[in-house]
């Protein structure tokens, strides 16, 4: 009776940890470049003292999509969307080089050039800064910066520096706690200089709003029936005892 009630609770269990999975992808649905994450399950062995006599269910994420998300234009001098594959270099907190989809820049009162999530774009000798003030800002197809000082004609563009964008293959990338992508090597990618991307548009999420929703009620009814699973063998664990005081 413990082996049937051990797989029931266990299956609840693990279904929760898929419904927080499919919650935070429908969360992110209209954050600019965000990935959704999969779910997969599995029965796994328990393992102990003595011989394995225990087998539980378990929900674990073995990836993201890497599917590209629709392309909005938006005019924008400083939006910039990756053409196919690659990523966008930036600087995570902890001073590391991370990547990320997210394309709708801005640089702050000191120049610095960041994302929506305020995270500073790098360059090949680190993060860019702008030299203020200017008048504008334009991005080339290839990443190339340039910028008209405050007060010169609308012919005058300085280059000031180049994004890194870099190309390893998806199945290297994994996302990190802060939401950002790394190498599973934990080294930083070389620059792809083959990569382009398109100017006055920002890559939006690749989450399929419907698909989380039917996934999310196909959780819950699993987990009800979970429950009610745990709920017979309570009955049957009832049963039996009465059965046994009656002999």
Same mark, same amino acid.
């Given at each position: ?10 299956? *609840?269990?693990? &279904?929760?940890?898929?419904? !927080? +999975?499919? @919650?935070?992808?429908?969360?992110? #649905?209209? $954050? ?48 910039? *969307?990756?053409? &196919?594959?690659?990523?966008? !270099? +930036?600087? @995570?907190?902890?001073?590391?080089? #991370?990547? $990320? ?147």
């Amino acid at each position: 009776m413990d082996k049937f009630l051990y797989v029931a609770m266990s299956g *609840a269990k693990q &279904g929760m940890n898929a419904l !927080a +999975v499919r @919650a935070n992808n429908l969360a992110n #649905a209209n $954050t600019d470049g965000f990935k959704s994450d999969m779910t997969q399950a599995r029965s796994m062995q328990a393992f102990g003292e003595g011989l394995p006599t225990r087998v539980f269910s378990m929900i674990e994420s073995p990836g993201s999509n890497f599917n590209g998300g629709p392309i909005r234009t938006t005019g924008r001098d400083l939006d910039i *969307a990756v053409k &196919g594959d690659g990523w966008i !270099a +930036v600087q @995570a907190t902890d001073g590391s080089e #991370a990547y $990320t989809r997210a394309g709708s820049l801005h640089f702050d009162s000191t120049g610095l050039l960041l994302n929506s999530r305020n995270t500073p774009i790098m360059g090949d000798a680190g993060p860019i800064v702008l030299p203020l003030p200017i008048d504008s800002v334009q991005i080339s197809d290839n990443g190339i910066i340039s910028v008209r000082p405050k007060g010169a004609t609308a012919e005058v563009f300085e280059e000031v520096g180049q994004i890194k964008f870099v190309n390893p293959g998806n199945d290297q990338m994994m996302r990190g706690e802060d939401g950002l992508f790394r190498l599973m090597s934990g080294q930083p990618a070389p620059r792809d200089p083959a990569i382009e991307i398109e100017s006055g548009a920002i890559e939006g999420s690749n989450v399929n709003s419907v698909h989380e929703m039917v996934a999310m009620i196909d959780i819950q009814r699993q987990y009800e029936m979970q429950v009610k699973m745990m709920k017979n063998a309570e009955e049957a664990d009832r049963s039996s005892t009465s059965l046994m005081r009656i002999s």
